[in-house]
């Protein structure tokens, strides 16, 4: 299955406070309407720590090594967003970021180098997610539930409502090798 419902968060109504004041409070950079929830550094409480893992992987000047933003920025640390990422410790979820996609836009079809786990915040019927390759169109409602998404596959992501569309979505990493 490309995308899958894994779980629902139970807290979410006051994650969705938490998102809008993100968004309030922390201005995108550059055109990038990300913002980075989980960091390298876990002691660096920064605003540039918000911006430091957005956007593309690869990237004028090196690539983003996914694996390396594994804490929650210290500014989110015990907050809704942070205990989210924590019920899903079953997965290894780096990179996390607020993902926020402008009305009638869409993202070029790509695929990326490993699964994400999608939190739909603000949404709505008209907000999907496509795999042209397996002809598939999925819609992932914003009501708690988190959705395992394999975007190993080639995919776009397409907002063709009037209103602004929010995920928070996290990179899964392969489960650790047992020895």
Not at 18 to 31: A, G, I
Not at 96 to 116: A, G
Not at 117 to 136: K, W, Y
Not at 163 to 175: A, D, E, I, N, W
Request: hydrophobic share 35%; with cysteine.
């Amino acid at each position: 299955m490309i995308c899958q419902p894994i779980k629902q968060f139970n807290q979410f109504s006051n994650l969705v406070i938490e998102v809008n004041e993100l968004v309030k409070n922390f201005p995108f950079k550059d055109n990038v309407l990300q913002l980075g929830l989980q960091v390298k550094d876990s002691n660096d409480d920064s605003v540039d720590q918000f911006y430091e893992s957005t956007g593309r992987i690869r990237r004028t000047g090196g690539m983003i090594v996914e694996p390396q933003y594994k804490f929650i920025h210290p500014r989110l640390k015990g907050g809704h967003i942070d205990q989210w990422i924590q019920s899903l410790s079953e997965y290894r979820i780096v990179r996390t970021r607020l993902m926020y996609m402008l009305p009638r836009t869409c993202y070029s079809i790509h695929s990326d180098p490993y699964p994400r786990i999608h939190l739909p915040v603000v949404t709505n019927s008209q907000c999907l997610m496509i795999f042209p390759e397996d002809n598939s169109i999925e819609h992932m409602p914003a009501d708690g539930t988190s959705f395992y998404v394999d975007t190993t596959k080639k995919h776009t992501f397409v907002n063709c409502s009037e209103v602004p569309r929010v995920h928070l979505v996290g990179v899964v990493l392969p489960p650790r090798p047992t020895s």
